[in-house]
């Protein structure tokens, strides 16, 4: 069974331990997950186990041929090669295994005089490893993983440098995935997929038979994903078997006793610090506060730190002002970036006080586009898009953090723009944002990307409005800082229009959705009342017939489906009609998919023999016969790999 373990490894950063004595192992059927604050030393601890950062003490040991893949955070580009290409690198080892048999099959028909048992048991471990790995589906395998990561069939052929960073980094997930590693270690691999590659990447780890560690800030996905954690907290590492909402459990218990006493001490810290706050410049007092400065350099000095993770959080939006009961009314939005296709089309809305909706789809339906209408900062539409009396908008996109400039602190900053009932807790907000200790200090303009995304979501949260936009809100929030966001959002006395892909957040958040759908002249617009597990249930209900397909908000809208009946029943027999041939086509296709596939089994089951054909002695020992048996594996991998080909298509058409 692969493996890859060590023991007793340590490793600092200056004064700093990030690793101490750490052990853990990691095994064909691992489903792991690395949980631990930010900058807790999870994304070093992965590289020291893929064999790229060293210790500085301890023992690593992976199985001698185990393949292990990695997948950083972020940092990986794909250039010189269509996406086709550079996923048939990931089956590089494949490459080189048959190289490899190619070199002991001419050896093996030059060695007329006798066996030679080493050549010919590498050659037999060669055709194991390529059959476990999947060699001869690779095409089928890399198509398969591409697709369900959210690429199309015409990505296939286009240039990678043609694709964004997020797609860059799928593709990235996706070689990780194809290589059929005996060990995956991902880091963050859901940074940058919608809710339907999260999905399809959760089934594929729940048939995955190798072993796998990850670290992912989306809990529903560790939770259907993962058997055990283990947390990183103060350069110690805890193995907890389970699920992450199990882990969170037990963990709050263990540290119930711990979390008090650091409550305790937190205020009594505070009120030392307020004490010498107010009495230090004063003689009278000047004696009473220098010992209570050594009591407070006491405490400090044994301050209790607990994960940040279990620290309770919370805060509350400014009161938002009065509006109607309608909040927006759009009717007939339409946008089209070219003639063949509506990215909206005649889209109908309406959104009432206090509702929560979250907008659906995959990448490219039209979400942000919709979102930037209804905030206002983009008018290039036709139809009209009304807000009710008194509602004020609050809207955030990741291209917020393009207007968060200049020298001030980002303390200042929040100082200057919150209401003064909120100062006094800045510090705790920022916390909850992941801006701790002297980070609050650092100038807006030394902020990475990700620091400014959080700056300018903390900016829109404390201003008073009661309609808020927010277009992907936890993209770079931890797990904690998200469930703070949606316990603050839960509790906001205004209504909520939001786009996500975290669906542990959707679920907590949602009362009703609304569906895009690309589809190929327009995207389709349905609209379910109910939350987000209502909404999945009903499309998995649509899906297997239980009830019918309906909701739709778009094109199909109330006014138009009143205006429809008289055109019905010509466009229903059309419809029948149209069924009815791609019906006969659909079974055409199974047959040929069906034949296919047994005339696959039966190719490779002559290769099979023909191999085994080539381990006899009286054969690989002669060399006219040896030469004769590669001639004919040769020919039946060449049949094999036209056949993939062609099942490959029929399949892709099916």
């Known amino acids: ?83 086709r290409e550079e996923a ?47 060699w001869n589906r690779r095409s089928a395998t890399a198509e398969q993983v591409l697709i369900g990561l959210g690429f199309s069939h015409a990505d296939l052929d286009r240039r990678t440098e043609e694709f964004s960073g997020g797609w860059q980094m799928r593709i990235a997930l996706a070689k990780a995935l194809m290589v059929n590693p005996d060990i995956l270690l991902l880091d963050e691999p859901t940074n940058y997929l919608d809710i339907e ?37 103060n350069g110690d ?23 008090a006493q ?21 003689a009278t007092k000047a004696a009473q506060a220098q010992e209570r400065q050594k009591m407070l350099d006491r405490l400090k000095a044994n301050e209790i730190v607990i994960p940040e993770s279990l620290k309770k959080i919370h805060f509350t939006f400014p009161p938002a002002p009065h509006s109607g009961r309608l909040v927006v009314q759009a009717e007939q939005v339409t ?3 070219d003639e063949s296709r509506a990215v909206l089309d005649k889209l109908d809305l309406l959104v009432e006080n206090g509702e929560r909706l979250v907008v659906c789809g995959h990448n490219g339906a039209g979400k942000s586009t919709l979102l930037r209408y209804i905030a206002g900062v983009d008018s290039a539409y036709s139809g009209t898009i009304k807000l009710g009396a008194g509602v004020s ?42 801006f701790r ?39 770079h929030l931890d797990m904690h800082s998200k469930d703070v966001l949606l316990d603050a959002l839960k509790s906001f006395g205004g209504t909520v229009i939001f786009v996500s892909h975290d669906r542990g957040f959707i679920e907590g958040l949602a009362t009703r959705v609304l569906e895009l759908t690309p589809e190929e002249t327009h995207t389709r617009a349905r609209n379910f009342v109910g939350g987000y597990a209502y909404y999945m249930q009903r499309i998995e209900d649509e899906a297997a017939g239980i009830v019918p397909t309906e909701g739709t908000a778009g094109a199909a809208s109330t006014r138009q489906a009143a205006a429809e009946p008289a055109e019905q029943k010509s466009a229903g027999k059309q419809n029948w009609e149209e069924q009815k041939k791609a019906e006969a086509e659909r079974r055409k296709l199974e047959k040929e998919v069906s034949r296919l596939e047994e005339a696959i089994a039966a190719c490779e089951e002559r290769l099979l023999e023909a191999q085994n054909e080539m381990a006899k002695p009286e054969v690989y020992s002669n060399g006219e016969k040896a030469k004769a048996c590669q001639q004919k594996i040769d020919a039946l991998n060449a049949e094999l790999e036209q056949l993939n080909e062609r099942w490959e298509e029929a399949a892709g058409r099916l």
């Not at 949980?35 to 690593?60: E, F």
């Not at 400039?405 to 909850?432: F, H, Q, W, Y």
Request: glycine share 8%; aromatic share 8%; net charge negative.
């Open 237 to 259: 590492l805890k193995r907890y078997p389970g699920n992450f909402t199990h882990y969170e459990k037990v963990r709050a218990v263990e540290l119930e006793t711990l979390i």
């Open 393 to 434: 908008v609050g809207y955030f996109s990741q291209d917020n953090a393009e207007t968060i400039k200049g020298s001030a602190t980002i303390l200042e900053t929040l100082e200057n723009e919150a209401p003064l009932e909120l100062v006094p807790r800045l510090r705790d907000m920022l916390g909850a944002f992941l």
């Open 197 to 233: 590659a999260r999905a399809w990447l959760e089934k594929f780890l729940g048939d995955y038979k190798g072993g796998f560690l990850l670290v992912s800030h989306d809990r529903y996905f560790l939770d259907h994903t993962i058997n055990e954690v283990y947390e990183l907290f």
């Open 1 to 83: 069974m692969a493996f890859v373990q060590f023991s007793q490894v340590s490793l600092a950063f200056g004064d700093r331990d990030i690793l101490k004595n750490v052990s853990i192992n990691l095994q064909a059927g691992s489903k792991a997950a690395l949980t631990g604050a930010n900058g807790a030393g999870k994304s070093t601890l992965i590289k020291v186990m893929a064999g790229l950062q060293q210790p500085d003490s301890g023992n690593r040991t992976a199985q001698k041929g185990a393949r292990i893949a990695y997948l950083p955070q972020s940092g990986l580009t794909h250039h010189g090669s269509t996406l």
């Open 262 to 282: 650091y409550e305790e001490q937190q205020a009594e810290m505070a009120k030392l610090e307020d004490f010498i706050r107010r009495f230090g410049v004063k």
């Open 88 to 134: 048939d690198k990931a089956f590089a080892f494949g490459y080189e295994l048959m190289q490899e048999l190619d070199a002991i099959g001419d050896k093996l028909a030059q060695n007329a005089d006798g066996a030679n048992k080493a050549l010919l048991e590498r050659h037999s471990e060669i055709l194991c490893e390529l059959e476990a790995s999947g």
């Open 335 to 337: 946008k089209s970036y």
């Open 437 to 475: 200790g002297d980070d609050v200090f650092k100038s807006l303009d030394v902020l990475s990307g990700g620091e400014k995304s959080r700056v300018a979501l903390l900016r829109l949260l404390l201003r008073p409005v009661n309609l808020l936009v927010l277009d992907e809100p936890t993209n």
